[in-house]
């Protein structure tokens, strides 16, 4: 029964009867379920995969670094901070086998799923068709590379938005952690950062209430948020012997920046192939139509987004910020591909999330504003299904075919009982998968001139090494070492160079979604 009185709230005899309450419940119990059948889905998905050689650098980094500090300069030319290769270091002393890996980053994207299903402020059909969505699914689940655990810890922001004033010191720590992830997270760290700073300033420093008491946390969580910032972009100074995306590109021209800003539709409306090569493929570029709407497209979803956002400051800056520092980074120095495009697509779900929690201003033209708002949810639920369609699509084609011969080839050694023979190997990013699925230390790189397991992406590698160099390197270490050498090639060598240094080819594994990851394995005997 409810009883009131001048001095007191509302009360309730039986909180299990508040519907508020049952509400909730019921909301968990859905966000529960959706995660176990997302589970279930991305496990069968993960165990048909195959990993290629950018998931196994990270993990090749973390396993054979003796120390964090000799993983941080390991990774000096990686282009990433050192997060997700941090998480990665004690599992790698549990196991070497790449699979632990695979096993945390699902946790991580089931993770996502259900905070997003539990928390985020959207109907429960978008929120499933989100959950097995192409990145959600796929992309960062599937997929094991640093940008999950920045998706994840997105989530987490929007989740503690509500209260950031009550728990701006972790709102402080989530951004950290956030910004260590991966260059795209560090650009929208740098985008919440700006609006949450500006948003302060502008409605609430001033004001005499609760938050006063709270100052001295809030101004500790913007200097975290700002050493966050600042000692990623440290990590990401480039030695001067980086040998990977050197270049920097400011000539501006129309061309280039309508290409570069139809990656919206890349990341808004992703929808792969149904072939073997699905991979970063996009169905809807296929249509004549499609092509001729495309650039006008981009334009009208930033326009409709802005004037969507235009009365809560907070989430207009947070969108603006972030998808124009994103295309920037991607015009001037690395253009990317879908796994990187996704962050344009998670800024508009993190803005249109905290969106309901923003301080709203009032505007000469709210009725626009609002009227953009009306259309969020149908042109969310068009974008959903898309992303649904793609995030099947993309699995179905992974569990039909192989993406990488990485460990088909290294199973093959196995079984064959060879792994622990000297190895050479080129070229080394390709065949890095292999060395990953074998457990081995190291194998010598033709690329480099030298023996290791992770690639090393210095100008040292950047000369090109012919096959018959690559053979004669194979040739003096087997001299060296009085032992048989086998050749890892991610191509075919001659058939005059089999038969001049009498080379026996044992296997050739080819035909994969990473296409120059086939290989094959020739035999050098000792004399």
């Known amino acids: 029964m409810f009883f009131q009185n001048?001095?007191?709230?509302?009360?309730?005899?039986?909180?299990?009867?508040?519907?508020?309450?049952?509400?909730?419940?019921?909301?968990?119990?859905?966000?529960?379920?959706?995660?176990?059948v997302f589970l279930f889905v991305c496990g069968y998905g993960a165990i048909h995969?195959?990993?290629?050689?950018?998931?196994?650098?990270?993990?090749?980094?973390?396993?054979?670094?003796?120390?964090?500090?000799?993983?941080?300069?390991?990774?000096?030319?990686?282009?990433?901070?050192?997060?997700w290769h941090l998480c990665l270091m004690p599992l790698s002393r549990i196991n070497a086998s790449p699979i632990m890996m695979q096993v945390f980053h699902l946790l991580i994207a089931a993770t996502t799923v259900f905070l997003f299903t539990r928390y985020a402020p959207f109907n429960r059909l978008h929120k499933v068709l989100f959950a097995f969505g192409y990145f959600a699914l796929y992309e960062y689940a599937i997929v094991a590379r640093n940008y999950a655990i920045g998706v994840l810890l997105i989530t987490i922001f929007c989740v503690l938005y509500r209260e950031r004033y009550k728990r701006f010191l972790w709102i402080g720590i989530v951004l950290i952690l956030l910004a260590h992830t991966s260059v795209h997270a560090l650009i929208v760290t740098i985008a919440i950062g700006f609006a949450l700073i500006c948003e302060y300033l502008y409605f609430y420093c001033r004001k005499e209430d609760a938050l006063t008491e709270n100052k001295l946390h809030i101004w500790i969580g913007f200097v975290l948020i700002g050493f966050g910032i600042v000692t990623a972009v440290l990590q990401l100074n480039p030695p001067a012997d980086t040998g990977f995306a050197v270049g920097w590109n400011f000539k501006f021209t129309v061309q280039r920046m309508n290409n570069i800003t139809k990656i919206i539709t890349q990341a808004m409306l992703p929808s792969p192939r149904s072939t073997?090569?699905?991979?970063?493929?996009?169905q809807l570029n296929s249509y004549p139509l499609f092509q001729l709407i495309r650039l006008p497209l981009c334009y009208l979803i930033v326009l409709w987004c802005v004037l969507r956002f235009l009365k809560r400051p907070t989430a207009l800056l947070t969108y603006l910020v972030a998808t124009v520092g994103l295309l920037a980074f991607f015009y001037v120095k690395y253009g990317g591909s879908i796994r990187h495009h996704g962050f344009l697509f998670f800024t508009f779900v993190l803005a249109s999330w905290i969106y309901y929690d923003c301080p709203e201003i009032k505007l000469p033209f709210n009725r626009t504003s609002e009227l953009a708002q009306r259309f969020f949810g149908p042109v969310f639920i068009v974008i959903l299904v898309v992303h649904f369609l793609g995030g099947i699509t993309a699995i179905r084609m992974d569990i039909e075919h192989i993406f990488s011969n990485g460990k088909r080839t290294a199973e093959y050694i196995k079984a064959q009982g060879r792994q622990d023979m000297l190895m050479v190997g080129d070229t080394d990013f390709a065949v890095s998968t292999v060395v990953g699925y074998l457990e081995k230390d190291k194998v010598f790189y033709a690329k480099g001139s030298r023996f290791g397991s992770f690639v090393r992406w210095d100008k040292a590698r950047t000369h090109g090494v012919s096959n018959e160099g690559v053979v004669k390197e194979a040739q003096t270490l087997s001299t060296q070492n009085s032992q048989d050498v086998l050749i890892i090639m991610n191509r075919a060598l001659e058939t005059s160079l089999v038969e001049q240094y009498q080379l026996t080819l044992l296997e050739k594994f080819t035909g994969s979604t990473i296409g120059d990851e086939g290989f094959h394995l020739y035999l050098m005997e000792t004399p």
């Open 49 to 83: 995969h195959e990993m290629w050689r950018d998931e196994i650098q990270a993990w090749l980094l973390a396993r054979d670094s003796a120390s964090i500090f000799e993983l941080f300069a390991n990774m000096k030319y990686e282009g990433h901070p050192a997060l």
């Open 6 to 36: 001048s001095h007191q709230t509302p009360q309730i005899e039986n909180p299990e009867s508040d519907p508020q309450t049952s509400y909730r419940k019921n909301d968990l119990y859905y966000a529960f379920w959706v995660t176990i």
């Open 276 to 282: 073997m090569g699905f991979w970063g493929s996009h």
